[in-house]
């Protein structure tokens, strides 16, 4: 008999606890939640103020990137004219230098066009 009521005082003490949760959640069911507002003009303002930020930082650092590009694109012309300018003066040398040692070769004429050799 005695388990028989300890089982029937826990099924009691249960039952309460029950009846108390619901009771709670019907007083949270009634009363309205409502959404705090108060912050939330400073909050948007302050979002507006980093996006800004970051949009200014971004602008910097493309006109940093776009002068680079600009310079980098400036070596390469001059690097171009003076690999140019190198390979013709070159060739002007071989040219000079193979006409110099060579002083007494008759010229060859190919179709009416003198050249020499």
Known sequence: MTKLEELSEMLVSEIDDFKETVKKLEEIRKSKIQLDLQNLPYLLTEHQQSISWGIEQNQ??????????????????????????????????????????????????????????
């Open 60 to 117: 910097r650092y493309l006109e940093i990137a776009e002068k680079r590009n600009n310079q980098t694109k400036a070596y390469l012309r001059k690097g171009f004219i003076l690999v140019a300018v190198g390979f013709l003066l070159n060739l002007l040398s071989v040219a000079v230098t193979l006409y110099l040692t060579n002083p007494g070769l008759d010229p060859i004429v190919w179709d009416g066009i003198s050249c020499r050799a």
